[in-house]
């Protein structure tokens, strides 16, 4: 694979940045790797690492000099987005996830911060509950169980018509929804 700087020779680094959120990622020549400050020399890799500094910020020591295995690493720094590469102690530092696939992630570690800044351990959107586009999403849930029911007794299958008809009478209940609501 040829370098995606210079074009020329041969790439022996994959080079991956992470910037304003956004990930990007290079195969590079040890020439251009060397213009960028990647120090690949005898005295391993060090904080001459430019751009790379932060990335691999996790594993090196800066007091001791020297790389820590991954499985010393605690489980904070272990924790990474496999779509962005941001780790939870970023996160942590900064209070911005990466990207959406972080929510799955660090799915775990976001239930704790849930329970403690909102009401409850799950994350349940930027609207209140009884807000009026909730409302009519609820109503138009209803709608399509009813479809699916009168779909269920012309096909004669009655114990799922049964089952939606349950559903519809709590949703109704749960959502506060008024009759004429839900025949809109």
Request: hydrophobic share 30%; glycine share 10%; aromatic share 8%.
């Amino acid at each position: 694979m040829k370098c995606t700087r210079c074009h020329k020779n041969e790439a022996s680094i994959e080079y991956k940045s992470i910037i304003n959120g956004r990930s990007r990622q290079e195969n590079l020549c040890l020439d251009c790797a060397r213009e960028l400050g990647l120090n690949f020399g005898a005295g391993g890799i060090g904080p001459s690492w430019g751009p790379l500094a932060g990335m691999f910020g996790n594993l090196y020591d800066q007091n001791w000099g020297q790389m820590w295995l991954p499985g010393s690493l605690s489980p904070d720094q272990r924790e990474v987005c496999p779509h962005c590469g941001m780790t939870w102690r970023e996160f942590r530092n900064g209070g911005r996830l990466g990207c959406a696939d972080c929510y799955e992630a660090f799915a775990d570690q976001l239930k704790g911060l849930y329970a403690r800044v909102q009401r409850g351990a799950k994350y349940d959107g930027r609207r209140p509950a009884n807000s009026p586009s909730s409302a009519a999403t609820v109503a138009d849930e209803i709608a399509e169980l009813r479809a699916a029911q009168a779909l269920a007794v012309k096909n004669e299958d009655y114990e799922q018509a049964a089952q939606l008809r349950d559903r519809i009478k709590a949703l109704s209940e749960e959502g506060g929804v008024k009759k004429n609501e839900e025949k809109r």
